[in-house]
């Protein structure tokens, strides 16, 4: 019968921590707890806290996870994963995979019926996801998979929040986004956003190459990506004084994946009477992008919305803000939701859709971007 108790875990392990190579945060403790992203700006606008860290859900209607932590601590770099998660008791990790949803033949269907609908109306992109169930025995401490995830990262990007805040008690979000929503320094802001994406086949270094030479000339990727940096430039114009946008996106590869890219950079527009936009207040705006929900915004939020079980908090957002308004978001993808149990977590992937997409690629395209998960649970 499979246990139902938690392992141990240190002293020091986090509650929040989101790990970059231009710099890490992690954090422990409540000190208070918000579900609301304009009630956490004003209380960051006000110096009522020092910072707020935590997730928001893809479906802006449904309540945030935000916290002010008891204590911060920020590293230059990436975390390095406590030894307990490594080589101690910590590190056991038996994963299976309990199901899917929704099948693969139904994923299919609904790719299929989603194109249609782009081809017949005014609806230009839509993301459509699946999940993945799985079960662990023993139950295991998400933090753990939070150290598989860095440590397998090539860039060592991870993160983990805590999303009892918005009555997922125990829950919490783990993944390894390689996509900035929005990162604020002072008055610089940027933008990574990733859409357009192929597989790698890492052994063979000649195909590798190729399929990201395809990637990069593919004329249905290159109008997904468009949508997004479209997006992006369009929010953040009004509060820079300057915006580079390159006229063309880079490759950018993970372990599992090729992806198109635009460094999106600029300067923020501030006065004495006119602060700029804090990190959360920028996240708050831009997402979902149409790398994870679509185009238009709001008829393809309703098709996911109708078509798909919950997201909860994947293709939301993960990240900080401190009371300076600096801070960092990524795009919650390559990640899952682990219960409070430490028994079950669920996991996602989505592809975007236009109208030259074919149904099988598009779930071929899913099931690469499961491996950041799944080689993370050794599945």
Not at 133 to 140: G, T, Y
Not at 197 to 220: F, M, Q, T, Y
Not at 355 to 372: F, G, I, N, V
């Amino acid at each position: 019968m499979p246990s139902s108790r938690l392992p141990s875990r240190p002293s020091s392990a986090p509650d929040f921590l989101l790990s970059r190579t231009s710099g890490s945060v992690r954090t422990q403790g409540v000190e208070r707890t918000f579900t609301d992203v304009r009630e956490a700006s004003a209380a960051l606008t006000r110096g009522e806290v020092e910072m707020v860290v935590g997730a928001l859900p893809f479906n802006k209607a449904e309540p945030a996870a935000l916290t002010v932590p008891a204590s911060i601590i920020r590293e230059p770099g990436i975390l390095n994963p406590h030894p307990y998660y490594r080589e101690g008791p910590g590190a056991v990790l038996h994963a299976r995979v309990a199901g899917f949803d929704p099948s693969p033949d139904e994923h299919l269907r609904r790719v299929a019926l989603a194109v249609d609908e782009i081809r017949r109306t005014a609806l230009e992109k839509v993301v459509l996801a699946r999940a993945v169930d799985i079960a662990f025995d023993p139950p295991v401490d998400p933090r753990l998979v939070a150290a598989r995830l860095i440590d397998l990262a090539a860039s060592g990007d991870g993160f983990i929040a805590d999303l009892s805040p918005a009555g997922r008690d125990g829950h919490f979000l783990v993944g390894s986004s390689p996509e900035v929503l929005v990162k604020r320094q002072g008055v610089r802001v940027s933008s990574y956003p990733l859409a357009g994406s192929a597989a790698r086949k890492i052994d063979d270094p000649v195909a590798d190459a190729a399929a990201g030479e395809r990637l990069a000339s593919s004329a249905k990727d290159l109008e997904e990506h468009r949508f997004v940096v479209e997006h992006i430039r369009d929010i953040l114009a009004p509060f820079c004084t300057e915006l580079t946008v390159p006229a063309r996106p880079i490759l950018e590869k993970t372990n599992e994946m090729w992806h198109l890219a635009t460094p999106i950079a600029g300067i923020l527009r501030e006065s004495p009477t006119t602060p700029a936009p804090s990190a959360l207040e920028l996240a708050e705006m831009l997402y979902p992008t149409p790398a994870v929900c679509g185009t238009p915004q709001d008829a393809a939020a309703k098709m996911i919305l109708q078509t798909e079980s919950d997201r909860g908090f994947y293709a939301g957002a993960v990240g900080y803000t401190d009371a300076s308004g600096d801070g960092e978001y990524m795009v919650a993808i390559r990640c899952a939701e682990v219960n409070g149990a430490g028994n079950q977590a669920r996991a996602w992937a989505g592809g975007g859709l236009v109208a030259s997409s074919d149904p099988q690629s598009e779930l071929d395209e899913t099931t690469a971007k499961l491996r950041t998960i799944s080689r993370a649970l050794s599945l």
